[in-house]
């Protein structure tokens, strides 16, 4: 054997382990948050080790008692769910809205400073958030949105826009000059050349920075809490969550409902967002 083959024989098997190491410590603990969500809280106490569940110990009671609203005396989840989608989309949408032009004018505009405000886009982005929490706040306050859900999401703007520029003006200089040159020799504006042919081609990237937004929106915890934390109906998901977390009279397996409630949205969007970032990937090819 020689020591090109040895070499490819060991790395083929080393990958291998890696990857199975790698499956193991990603899906071991969101496979056991499952299981006990799915458990009765007697089952957990009798046998909290088992790593099956029985269909007698089988319940849903658990995810009932998670998404029923407060005045049923559930953990009112489902409202929860709602405020966080409608606070992530609204960051998405309005990030990317402000992103893109942004990212476009940095990438193929030349102006004075153009190397420094990409780098000071990504300076921004590594202040503390500890650090703008407060400002922030008495801002808000002063402009009446402290306790409401749009001004959550303008905040999220704040913190998401900087690196979204910086994500997507690294796509865009990726797209050929000629095919721009192209666009205006057939009559495009630089507006037109940007939504019918930029665009399309950087749909791939404009998936994968949507969907690094809503993760952040959608998990943040210390923004939340600090604007919506007087308004118990605004709450997001995180802030229930940790509600749960910190209360004596919930049992774990509904703790861990409410964990699988808060995961499961973000797996499925993967998912999706996924097979577009392949759909957009193929017609970018073909556009181009």
């Known amino acids: 054997m020689t020591r090109t083959q040895f070499e490819e024989r060991l790395f083929g098997v080393l990958r291998w382990v890696v990857i199975a190491f790698l499956a193991v410590i990603t899906i071991a603990p969101f496979y056991y948050m499952v299981l006990l969500s799915v458990k009765s809280i007697d089952s957990l106490l009798l046998d909290p080790g088992s790593l099956w569940v029985s269909a007698k110990e089988f319940t849903l009671s658990t ?9 049923e ?24 809205i402000a992103a893109v032009p942004g990212a476009y004018a940095i990438s193929r505009l030349k102006f004075f400073g ?6 000071m886009f990504l300076a921004v982005y590594m202040f503390p958030a500890t650090l703008l929490a407060v400002p922030l706040f008495v801002m808000f306050a002063k402009l ?6 749009a001004g959550l999401a303008i905040v999220y703007v704040a913190q998401t826009v900087p690196v979204s520029i910086y994500m997507l003006k690294n796509y865009f200089v990726t797209i050929p000059y000629s095919i ?25 990237s404009l998936m994968a920075t949507g969907l690094y937004v809503f993760m952040i929106a959608w998990n943040e915890f210390l923004f939340a809490l600090l604007f919506l934390a007087a308004d118990p109906e605004k709450w997001t998901v995180s802030l229930g969550l940790a509600q749960l977390s910190n209360g004596i ?11 699988v409630v808060l995961t499961i949205p973000v797996i499925l969007l993967f998912f999706a967002a996924e097979r577009l970032l392949t759909e957009g990937l193929t017609s970018g090819a073909d556009k181009s």
């Open 63 to 71: 995810y009932e008692n998670v998404l029923k609203p407060q005045s």
């Open 144 to 149: 009446g949105l402290s306790s409401s859900l």
């Open 180 to 204: 721009e040159e192209a666009a205006a020799l057939d009559g495009c504006s630089r507006l037109q050349a940007l939504r019918k042919v930029i665009l399309p081609l950087a749909l791939p």
């Open 249 to 259: 009279e919930v049992s774990k397996t509904v703790l861990m409902a409410g964990s």
């Open 114 to 119: 153009n190397r420094q405000i990409s780098a």
């Open 73 to 96: 005396g559930g953990q009112g989840f489902l409202q929860l769910l709602l405020n966080s989608a409608l606070v992530s989309l609204g960051t998405v949408a309005l990030t990317l």
